[in-house]
């Protein structure tokens, strides 16, 4: 059964730093492009950042460019992202997922398949 599990979230304050892990089993996903996505209390859930399979081409929301860094580890199925810098807005449930190489690089949540169940991520002020 394909399943993807983020972990790392927690309760840090403004200003600090932290460094979600989604890990992949069930199949390799090291040829398929990958991505972050976020959903705040009330909100609906908004793209964060994804990686080309490559591991060289990136996407990044304006609201976290020059803040978080994703980045994929192939050898071991997983792709991370460090949130340096973050701010009480960034709370949310953190979530991943796959998308289609024919996708790329569209951000729409809709392009992308097999999600995680995600990870709290709260800033506190």
């Known amino acids: 059964q394909v399943q993807l599990v983020e972990s790392g979230g927690g309760l840090v304050q403004a200003g600090g730093s932290l460094r979600l892990s989604c890990a992949a089993s069930g199949r390799t996903f090291s040829n398929y492009p990958m991505g972050w996505f976020r959903r705040a209390p009330g909100k609906e859930r908004e793209f964060v950042a994804a990686?080309?399979?490559?591991?060289?081409?990136?996407n990044y929301a304006a609201s976290v460019k020059g803040r978080f860094t994703i980045s994929r580890a192939n050898a071991k199925n997983t792709v991370y992202l460090q949130m340096n810098s973050l701010k009480p807005e960034d709370t949310a449930v953190y979530s991943c997922?796959?998308?289609?190489?024919?996708?790329?690089?569209?951000?729409?949540?809709?392009?992308?398949?097999?999600w995680g169940q995600g990870t709290q991520v709260t800033v506190s002020s």
């Open positions: 997922a796959v998308q289609s190489l024919l996708d790329w690089p569209s951000t729409n949540s809709g392009t992308f398949g097999t």
């Open positions: 990686i080309h399979w490559n591991g060289i081409s990136t």
